[in-house]
């Protein structure tokens, strides 16, 4: 079955860490880019982190560059996204996808609130 599960979410206070994982199954994952979305209530999704399908090439919306890093363990099938210094405006839905395809995670949400 070709998917992607995600895992991690929660709540965290300002300031606070989290890591979201995201593991495929059905299609060859070491081949092609990854990539995180968010969507905020009432906001448009947007596009936060892409990995190359080795691992050696990344991009971040500018809003998280230095705290947000996203990584791949192509023999585990999995991608993460370590968020650090997380920041209220960081609270969303966040999804995995693979990248330039129509195939999405069901989301995770991401809530930082004291």
């Known amino acids: 079955q070709v998917q992607l599960v995600e895992s991690g979410g929660g709540l965290v206070q300002p300031a606070g860490s989290l890591r979201l994982s995201c593991t495929a199954s059905?299609?060859?994952?070491?081949?092609?880019?990854m990539s995180w979305y968010r969507q905020a209530p009432g906001k448009e999704r947007e596009l936060v982190a892409v990995?190359?399908?080795?691992?050696?090439?990344?991009n971040y919306l500018d809003s998280v560059k230095g705290r947000f890093t996203i990584s791949r363990d192509n023999a585990e099938r999995t991608v993460y996204l370590q968020m650090n210094n997380l920041k209220p405006e960081d609270t969303a839905v966040y999804y995995c996808?693979?990248?330039?395809?129509?195939?999405w995670g069901q989301g995770t949400q991401v809530t930082v609130s004291s």
């Open positions: 996808k693979r990248y330039n395809y129509p195939l």
């Open positions: 990995i190359s399908s080795s691992g050696t090439v990344t």
């Open positions: 059905g299609f060859t994952f070491a081949s092609v880019a």
